[in-house]
């Protein structure tokens, strides 16, 4: 009996699926992570690193590639402590975690490395990392007569500052929060270039600084204060002064306890329109050209308490043992990164009980000089959407309470007024 061999042709399509097929199975996707405790996560870049920007999605790591997870309180597996930490003493004690771990993939099948040649395979376990927020750092802080803070977390030998805070602590205030608008690099080592001031300092050399329980702010939150007399036409409730969220995809989760020194009682009108508008237009044109920004507010929201309007008062609301006045006047100091010609003063008028004189709008308004403020130029002049205008630097900077004084703008404001500095509302 003879035997002849037969070739099988394949057709073409069919090889180049299975193809396909063969390189996506080999190419892993990690997700066992959680996203509200999910840490950092790395990949080599060059000779560099890139932060991973995954906002809860599963993470593409290459076959035979690898991923780094930095924690720096340390990563933990429910019910499993022994694997990602080494028990030290009595059972129950405190145990010292990993705050790194590196994941591999090899043929479609995650590893988790740990230090010391442990090994564990990743469909078994979760990555969840206790506690990777940012912190708040004393630090000294440019433009700021009082008592200074950052706010941001290290990565490896990398600081990510997101914010600076001047604060006054004996009255409990926010003088200004000072932080960038514009994409931020997803480059570990590029990350000081994208820090308020350019900071570059290690943060562990700055002391901790903790505010008020967080969970306690966020109770504070949903309350709605009301105007006296004036339900449903003047509701204030707490807002973020600066919205973090809004520039800060890259970091997730990691700057949602960025809140005691960062609210401020906001009318809900002008929150849910002119104000909104603004964000909307500062945060398109950030994704252009990246912004300096000081964010503050000044002066008091008063209301007549009489029939015929003869006298007013200041509204303020308590909080536990603490009084709050409710700002008149909520500025952001815009500047172009690196054009420091290129800059302007934006003020939003937080109460529908006022007239438009001088003690209200305290410039010339100069908003339609700036192009991209274009879309909101009528509805920012309708009151009761809240009040919204545009001022040079130079003009209002002895007048705004917390306003980052430097030589430019200082020297200006005194040449401009012909004499020291006026007190501030």
Request: include cysteine; aromatic fraction near 12%.
């Amino acid at each position: 009996m003879q035997y002849t061999s037969k070739r099988i042709h394949l057709p073409l399509f069919l090889v180049v699926l299975l193809q396909a097929t063969s390189h996506v199975q080999s190419e892993c996707e990690f997700s066992q992570y959680s996203y509200y405790h999910s840490g950092i996560f790395l990949q080599q870049f060059g000779e560099g690193y890139t932060m991973v920007n995954f906002q809860g999605n599963p993470i593409r790591i290459p076959d035979q590639g690898s991923m780094e997870a930095v924690c720096s309180s340390g990563f933990r597996f429910p019910g499993h402590p022994q694997i990602f930490g080494k028990i030290e003493g009595e059972p129950g004690r405190d145990y010292e975690e990993y705050t790194n771990v590196t994941i591999t993939c090899q043929n479609g099948d995650m590893i988790y490395h740990l230090p010391g040649g442990l090994k564990q395979d990743v469909e078994e376990n979760s990555l969840i990392c206790k506690d990777n927020k940012a912190r708040f750092y004393k630090a000294n802080v440019a433009n700021c007569g009082e008592t200074g803070f950052l706010y941001g977390f290290m990565v490896k030998e990398v600081p990510v500052i997101l914010a600076e805070v001047c604060y006054n602590i004996a009255e409990d205030k926010t003088l200004f929060v000072h932080f960038i608008g514009g994409k931020r690099s997803v480059v570990l080592e590029n990350q000081t270039q994208h820090n308020p001031s350019l900071m570059s300092e290690h943060l562990h050399n700055f002391g901790k600084y903790v505010f008020p329980n967080h969970a306690e702010m966020q109770k504070s939150l949903d309350k709605i204060f009301v105007l006296p007399g004036y339900t449903y036409i003047a509701e204030y409730k707490l807002e973020y002064l600066a919205p973090m969220a809004n520039y800060s995809s890259l970091i997730g989760n990691l700057a949602d306890n960025f809140e005691y020194p960062n609210v401020i009682p906001m009318w809900t009108t002008l929150r849910n329109y002119n104000w909104r508008i603004f964000q909307d237009l500062l945060r398109k044109e950030s994704m252009k050209e990246s912004f300096e920004i000081y964010a503050g507010t000044s002066g008091k929201v008063q209301y007549p308490y009489d029939l015929r309007c003869n006298s007013t008062t200041d509204f303020s609301v308590w909080e536990d043992t603490l009084e709050v006045n409710i700002p008149l006047h909520i500025w952001y100091y815009l500047t172009a990164r690196g054009k420091p010609d290129v800059s302007t003063v934006v003020i939003a008028v937080n109460s529908p009980i006022v007239e438009l004189g001088p003690s209200t709008v305290i410039c010339t308004d100069v908003c339609d000089e700036i192009s991209w403020l274009k879309p909101m130029s009528r509805s920012r002049k309708i009151l009761s959407l809240g009040y919204i205008y545009c001022c040079k630097p130079q003009v209002v900077a002895n007048l705004l309470k917390g306003f980052p004084l430097n030589e430019g703008t200082d020297s200006a404001a005194k040449s401009k007024n012909g004499a020291a500095p006026k007190s501030k509302m």
